[in-house]
């Protein structure tokens, strides 16, 4: 193969889509090349004569536009196609404006409302009459050719995607393969596949063809890593075969971290990554630490100790600084991945939880575990530039949608998702999730973009449209306790931690169904998705073999207290742990768990302001019974009193035998 030329992006197809495509990508930075079959006076767009149909008038709407359309099919029509469709279709109009496209417009300079076939109002617009496609089309190509990051391949045919057999690294033309970090396909449809069209000759499927032969699926090279917080390790995952590959050791399992600690990581929390893959970051929140992990060898780089309790952090966008949020305290930790120092720290809210970048490197977002605020911040400046009100103070997770159009904001505290508009930097709306809401993820499904938020207090994660009002359309049970949660690159997967489980789920996008569980370490926290993390071998060196053993998981009933919980236990050896997640108590108030008949609790926690509580115990909980005495085995019960048994308080919460 001959030498390749280098992009950023790639863009196959001449049309509107294609220039469209290529302009929007200019703007957030990247440089592009933009591969045409044809002339871009000969594309489908171009010569196409009618209209463009958006709900317009005063008198008219979206959902008004969807009904035409939808009779008009007469039961030809994918519903939520159109609605999303008619939906956008008054935005892409103003875009188009934006951008230099001059409608058709009335005496008094108000645009041009048609009333054509199967409309039931006027809202078609038209540009030149009937040339509304070379309007369109001549306009965008006029600002591709002044684009200085655009260069436009016309009459240069796209043969395959270029791939090594596990990802996308470009496309391949009849002029040669073109390296790129992101390919985009936007080749039109396949009308002149049949002998009777409108269409252009080149109107033929060809950007199906050449994806579907290259597939998109997780490769061999992809991994999926989850932070353990008890067995202080990173489980590494092969997402191509679901199958556990090993684990990086950064410290002792509990409870071997009770004595001062010289070596090691403790509380393995947060991950981050770098731009090119080749980076995982690893923060531990008992041993104030942020590892830097070689994706390929799975070797320690280098870790830098920083404040009380850091939770997550992430690369800028160009990969140059690391931020790490002190959650213990009040700042940003600023690192220099080339040296591992800290190089200057960024006051925030009180409790910062997590941060994340905007792609065009300019903004960073940052929700708070203890200040009902998200904080955005100037990259360039590293100041906090505006302090957006939330709806409660602990927010441990953020993600942007797929568009970056809009970040979600998790609330653990009160079961909502709180969305922010990135450009208007208000508050969208707010979501109703439910109980103990940790993580969210998004994903571009055949139904739409569609957001999967991890719900722990009712083992579920719940689907969401991204819709102006998102509407709840699936619940899909998982296993014990859920908390982070990354689709694969191409969604066709969600990957769901575990927290009480040990285990991740995986969630097939297409049919919102678990289609496999993978044993990972004890208490996953953060679960993240990194494509292309090994270029070549295996990428199993400096990989241990699983560590920990499986989990026995109760749920606890209301017992009249109005109260509800959960209970996992793990064997330690000789000892067992015993973690009790209790919500929907009273607040502010002590409660004892009993194991069985025992006189003495195992442990005791206090209700916070909302009524939760959570506590660890570690001792001798069970029983042994030689196999050679008469004593019956039976199972014991895990009971929760308000106050005291011993004072005979009645208990609020079970488990069942």
């Not at 159109?82 to 892409?92: D, F, G, K, M």
């Not at 108000?110 to 039931?120: I, P």
């Not at 009273?586 to 009524?611: C, F, H, I, L, S």
Request: charge should be neutral.
């Amino acid at each position: 193969m001959q030498r390749a030329t280098e992009t950023g992006v790639a863009v196959v197809g001449g049309g509107a889509a294609g220039l469209y495509v290529a302009l929007r990508a200019a703007e957030h930075g990247a440089e592009v090349t933009l591969v045409s079959r044809k002339p871009l006076a000969e594309s489908a767009s171009y010569w196409a004569q009618g209209g463009l149909a958006a709900a317009l008038a005063p008198d008219d709407s979206p959902a008004r536009h969807a009904d035409d359309t939808l009779n008009a099919g007469r039961g030809l029509c994918r519903a939520e196609a159109v609605e999303t469709l008619t939906r956008e279709a008054p935005a892409a109009v103003d875009e188009l404006r934006r951008l230099g496209v001059r409608f058709d417009t009335e005496a008094d300079g108000s645009l041009g409302l048609a009333l054509e076939g199967g409309h039931s109002a006027r809202r078609i617009v038209h540009a030149g009459g009937a040339q509304t496609g070379r309007a369109i089309t001549r306009c965008l190509a006029e600002r591709v050719a002044a684009e200085d990051r655009v260069r436009v391949l016309e009459e240069t045919s796209a043969i395959a995607l270029w791939s090594d057999g596990n990802r996308c690294a470009g496309v391949i033309t009849d002029a040669g393969p073109i390296a790129a970090r992101a390919t985009v396909l936007a080749t039109g449809g396949g009308a002149a596949l049949w002998r009777r069209t409108t269409n252009p000759w080149g109107a033929i499927g060809a950007g199906g063809v050449i994806a579907h032969v290259a597939g998109a699926a997780p490769s061999p090279a992809d991994r999926v890593y989850t932070a353990d917080q008890n067995t202080n390790t990173v489980s590494v995952i092969n997402p191509a075969t679901d199958t556990l590959l090993g684990q990086i050791r950064l410290g002792n399992v509990r409870p071997d971290i009770l004595s001062p600690l010289y070596k090691g990581e403790l509380n393995v929390h947060g991950l981050g990554f770098s731009p090119d893959h080749r980076t995982l970051l690893v923060i531990s929140n008992g041993s104030n630490s942020v590892a830097f992990i070689d994706t390929a060898t799975n070797r320690i780089k280098g870790i830098t100790y920083i404040g009380r309790s850091p939770h997550e952090g992430f690369f800028t966008a160009d990969g140059k600084e690391v931020w790490v949020v002190v959650r213990g305290e009040n700042y940003i930790s600023v690192i220099d991945p080339s040296t591992y120092k800290e190089t200057r720290r960024i006051e925030t809210a009180n409790g910062p939880g997590m941060v994340l970048f905007h792609p065009n490197g300019k903004l960073a977002f940052t929700v708070s575990s203890f200040t009902p605020e998200l904080d955005v911040i100037d990259v360039a400046e590293h100041r906090v530039m505006k302090r957006i009100p939330v709806t409660s103070p602990f927010s441990p997770f953020l993600q942007f949608s797929p568009d970056f159009r809009e970040v979600w904001m998790t609330h653990k505290d009160v079961g909502k998702v709180t969305r922010i508009d990135t450009d208007k930097l208000e508050v969208k709306g707010v979501i109703d999730t439910g109980l103990v809401t940790n993580h969210v993820g998004f994903a571009k499904t055949a139904h739409g973009t569609r957001a999967y938020v991890t719900v722990g207090g009712e083992n579920a994660v719940k689907v969401y449209t991204t819709d102006p009002e998102a509407k709840l359309v699936a619940t899909i049970p998982v296993g014990a306790l859920p908390h982070g949660i990354w689709p694969s690159d191409d969604g066709s997967r969600m990957y769901v931690g575990l927290e009480n489980g040990d285990a991740v789920d995986v969630i097939d996008t297409a049919t919102d169904k678990v289609i496999a569980r993978l044993p990972v370490g004890q208490a996953p926290q953060a679960l993240v998705y990194v494509s292309n993390a090994v270029e070549t071998g295996a990428g199993t060196s400096g990989l241990v073999p699983r560590i920990n053993g499986e989990p026995i998981n109760f749920a606890l009933k209301d017992n009249g207290g109005g109260g509800a919980g959960f209970v996992v236990a793990r064997n330690l050896g000789l000892v067992d742990s015993l973690e009790v997640f209790l919500y929907m108590l009273k607040p502010d108030t002590v409660y004892e768990v009993y194991v069985g008949e025992q006189r003495a609790p195992v442990a005791a926690v206090k209700t916070n302001p909302k009524g939760m509580a959570n506590g660890t115990a570690i001792g001798p909980m069970r029983e042994a019974v030689s196999t050679l005495s008469s004593k019956a085995v039976t199972p014991s019960r895990i009971v929760v009193v308000e106050g005291s048994k011993v004072a005979g308080a009645k208990p609020v919460l079970v488990s069942a035998q």
